[in-house]
């Protein structure tokens, strides 16, 4: 059985609906319809849905400009169909990825409705960025069925994807969404309890939160901070993550490493809480000096570049992985 038929097989030949159209639902549509599914994708705001469709036919292009999808990319943007109401979006789908305002009060009345149209077995992923499920996903019909599936944006081109249960959701709906998302290419990685931001947004508020500090305490500027990692650290993290780095840094390992830089580490935690907000002043030095680099008027632009070396990078791994 190849690939594909294990994925219709799973959804038992249903479509997947995707419920808020912005950036992060549009990249959820094409990660499932690329892996051959046939996709229901609804928002809101309706203006939002026309946008996503040439953005979508602009990225499959790219895709397959790069040996990223292996058929015509009109073909994968016609299991994408733009539906006009919420009924009509999960009308028969085995799964509901949710991508709409990073807000409580929001996401819990989608699941009340949710509640109130999904089929008896379908099962929701939230995008959620750090909210727990239990907080807008508890007490209805449908909790045991609710999951976050958290993705880096965009996530046809970043596979990893964060799946968290609250403490009502079943283990059939974990296990469910860990064999969609591996059968649809992405990288699942377990939470194994409820925290805000879950793993990847909290090893990122780390490093943004020193960031933002070392700026506002004069030691670095901005560029040189991006220079840090764009062309340091984030040469290793592209393959490898920070215990694998450190494992290998040391001659002993892991534990040799710790016992030579711990400390260093330990007084370094110790030497700021970087507690106090990022208030306007920071926030208006921050800025200025990102404008020095790139314009607002080419942000759109430099998103796109940025998604074409996100493209030469997952073709390059593709090559990698790839037997013989």
Not at 121 to 143: Q, W
Not at 228 to 246: A, H, K, N, V, Y
Request: proline share 6%; charged share 25%; hydrophobic share 45%.
């Amino acid at each position: 059985m190849t690939e594909k038929q294990d994925l219709r097989a799973l959804c038992a030949g249903r479509p997947v609906a995707i419920v808020g159209a912005g950036l992060v639902g549009a990249g959820w549509a094409i990660v499932f319809a690329r892996a051959g599914l046939s996709v229901k994708m609804f928002d809101a705001n309706a203006d939002i849905t026309r946008k996503a469709v040439p953005l979508i036919a602009s990225q499959l292009e790219g895709l397959r400009r790069h040996g990223l999808i292996d058929e015509d990319p009109a073909a994968v943007l016609a299991r994408i169909t733009p539906v006009a109401t919420l009924a009509e979006a999960v009308d028969g789908a085995a799964y509901v990825q949710e991508s709409v305002l990073e807000r409580v009060d929001v996401k819990r009345r989608l699941m009340e409705d949710l509640d109130a149209l999904l089929a008896p077995d379908a099962i929701v992923g939230s995008s959620t960025s750090g909210i727990p499920g239990s907080d807008f996903a508890l007490g209805l019909s449908i909790s045991p069925r609710v999951l976050i599936a958290h993705p880096v944006n965009p996530p046809y081109l970043v596979p990893v994807v964060e799946l968290v249960p609250s403490p009502e959701t079943s283990p059939a709906t974990a296990a469910f969404a860990d064999a969609l998302m591996r059968a649809v290419g992405q990288t699942v990685v377990h939470v194994r309890k409820e925290v805000e931001g879950f793993v990847l947004n909290r090893l990122q508020a780390v490093l943004l939160r020193e960031a933002w500090a070392l700026v506002q305490d004069g030691v670095a500027s901005c560029e040189d901070i991006d220079k840090t990692i764009r062309d340091g650290l984030g040469w290793r993290w592209s393959f490898m993550g920070p215990f694998e780095t450190i494992d290998l840094n040391a001659p002993g390992g892991v534990a040799d490493y710790a016992v030579r830089l711990g400390p260093l580490y330990q007084r370094i935690a110790r030497a700021g809480s970087h507690e106090s907000p990022w208030d306007a002043a920071l926030i208006g030095q921050v800025e200025a000096q990102r404008r020095e680099h790139l314009s607002h008027a080419d942000l759109e632009s430099r998103r796109a570049w940025r998604d074409e070396r996100l493209m030469e990078f997952a073709a390059a791994r593709r090559r990698e992985q790839t037997p013989g």
